[in-house]
């Protein structure tokens, strides 16, 4: 199957500072990719989709100016969580579909970055 | 209304057992339909994708859709320890352009030895 890394796994950083996550589709190209967030025990938010060459949409409620999405290529979509606090701490996981497939077809994860903001 | 819903759970059945889980979506325009597998700290894993009405199987699992009634199932045959896991169901939802996957909150099943 298709695979998607993520990077870094896991990661600890002090309350103020910004992190930034990098998904990468390694054997295809995706010119959309999604941003999800999960807390303990609950589903997977959608935060928003990354779209190649274009802004991305962002879901209702995600503030867009502290979460930086940028999709510079149709193999990497970045993450920024700018200015984080305690309460941004959780799990993020990227999805990207493979251009070929189709819009309706399934979507494969990477494997997720812990942020931990002491 | 959330767009999809499942039962949490958990669903507890005994090892060789029929598990069987249950979504349903709000979108009745919903093109396409997902099972997800996630253990816990990791990321969902794909188990099976359905688009038309009827059932698919795929070894022990066996996904069932009914668009008329925006329904979505899964049956795991012979249910293993190792398929204690959460299931997240998910809806590729939206317009041309503008595709997404909604998830529902998952329902945790625990398979007894």
């Known amino acids: 199957g298709a695979v998607v890394s993520q990077h870094p796994s896991w990661v600890i950083c002090k309350s103020g500072t910004s992190v930034k996550i990098e998904c990468r589709s390694l054997d295809f190209q995706a010119t959309t990719m999604f941003w999800y967030r999960q807390f303990p025990k609950q589903s997977l938010m959608l935060m928003a989709t990354?779209?190649?060459?274009?802004?991305?949409?962002?879901e209702q409620g995600v503030e867009k100016d502290k979460f930086l999405i940028n999709h510079a290529s149709l193999t990497l979509s970045t993450l920024t969580v700018t200015s984080a606090h305690p309460e941004d701490s959780s799990f993020y996981i990227c999805?990207?579909?493979?251009?070929?497939?189709?819009?309706?077809?399934?979507?494969?994860f990477g494997q997720g970055t812990r942020l931990t903001v002491v | 209304q959330k767009e999809v819903e499942q039962n949490s759970g958990p669903l507890s059945v005994p090892e060789g057992a029929i598990a069987s889980l249950n979504c349903t979506y709000s979108d009745r325009g919903s093109q396409s339909f997902f099972w997800y597998r996630q253990y816990s700290g990791k990321s969902p894993e794909l188990i099976m994708s359905i688009y038309s009405n009827g059932d698919k199987e795929d070894g022990r699992f066996t996904a069932q859709l009914n668009k008329a009634s925006q329904y979505v199932s899964l049956l795991i045959r012979d249910s293993q320890p190792s398929d204690s896991a959460t299931y997240l169901c998910a809806v590729n939802t939206g317009t041309s352009g503008t595709y997404k996957y909604i998830f529902g909150t998952g329902t945790r099943l625990k398979v007894l030895a």
């Open positions: 999805s990207a579909r493979d251009i070929r497939a189709g819009p309706y077809t399934e979507a494969f």
């Open positions: 990354s779209n190649e060459g274009s802004k991305a949409t962002y």
